[in-house]
């Protein structure tokens, strides 16, 4: 699917109507990519980068006399565990293609869609078709943001109602893991608009580069954001942590407390059982009687000494 934009309205085209003297934008999936780059003259390797696109974040922009091509791997923040989509993007002059490489729900494809019919046609530019599309697909990542800041407050009141169950330690790190993907695409997209807004190959009138310039300032803004949340993640996992220790500390005091307490009816036991011959509470009609009433003078002061120290 190809659109070409007029002061009046959006002509659907076929390839061969391309203009290059007109805006165009297109739609189209992998398997067409020979047709196109045919007709446009497109590094071979290009294609071959967009078939065997791996899903990796980070992947580049390459920049080429006549037109720039980049690997976009799209998240939901909405949904960070649904299947990503894979797409591949073809800038030349007054020419704008998107490349579903894998997009099984169609969520980009509509997004795209959206953002070509959003503008005046009388002052559309390249620039701006590219600018909104980037702009669309983290429009509602606010909303993650914030649903995600509420997550971690829960969890943080959570820990000091002591409360936590014992999937919590899991559960920060699944967040964690969460949110190092959403870091991970936003470095994405902040490679591609700087190298847009490089413009080595002069495709952009440079007085246009403020629009992806000021994209560029809000995915860093989006970036920080989650790199604030992971840090407030890492102080948690360490309070919950510490809560642990405490905890493990609260029962060894018990052990500790026990033992001291019950250690002289151990050498009271070690005592008696030497079973010596002369021993006289062996024969002495009040010996059983006398070591019960040892064990409790012994013990009934190691309590109330404890008590006054707060070991129990």
């Known amino acids: 699917m190809f659109l ?16 290059s003297n007109s805006l165009c934008a297109g739609y189209i999936g992998a398997d067409e990519l020979a047709q196109v780059r045919e007709r446009f003259g497109f590094p071979t390797a ?40 894979l797409m591949a993007i073809y800038i030349s002059k007054n020419l704008l293609i998107l490349v579903d490489v894998e997009d099984l729900d169609g969520s980009t494809k509509s997004k795209y869609i959206a953002s070509l019919e ?40 959570e820990l000091l109602e002591k409360e936590s169950d014992a999937n919590f330690s899991r559960r920060i790190l699944e967040m964690k893991k969460t949110l190092l ?23 952009f009138p440079t007085d246009e580069l403020m629009y992806v ?11 920080e954001d989650t790199d604030s949340l992971s840090r407030s993640l890492d102080h948690l996992q360490d309070a919950y942590t510490s809560m642990l220790d405490l905890k493990l500390n609260n029962h060894m005091k018990v052990f ?21 011959v002369s021993m006289p509470e062996f024969t002495w009609k009040y010996g059983y009687l006398y070591v019960i009433l040892l064990s409790v003078v012994v013990i009934v002061p190691l309590i109330i000494y404890g008590k006054k120290k707060n070991w129990f």
């Open 46 to 85: 290009l294609a071959e980068s967009a078939s065997r696109m791996k899903g990796n974040f980070r992947s580049g922009v390459e920049v080429y006399d006549g037109c720039t091509f980049t690997e976009l791997r799209v998240v939901n923040t909405l949904d960070p565990d649904a299947k990503d989509d």
């Open 213 to 223: 310039t000021n994209l560029q300032n809000k995915i860093i803004r989006l970036r």
């Open 118 to 157: 959003k503008h005046n046609l009388a002052t559309v530019t390249l620039e701006k078709l590219i600018v909104s599309f980037l702009d669309s697909l983290v429009s509602s990542d606010t909303i993650f943001l914030e649903d995600t800041s509420n997550v971690i407050a829960d969890m943080e009141e």
């Open 256 to 276: 500790t407390v026990i033992t001291t307490v019950f250690f002289p009816l151990t050498i009271i036991v070690g005592w008696y059982g030497m079973n010596f």
């Open 181 to 203: 993907k959403i870091h991970n695409y936003y470095e994405q997209l902040i490679d591609i608009t700087e190298a847009l807004s490089d413009n080595e190959n002069d495709i």
């Open 4 to 19: 070409k934009f007029t002061e009046n309205s959006i002509e659907k085209i076929k390839i061969d109507e391309i203009d």
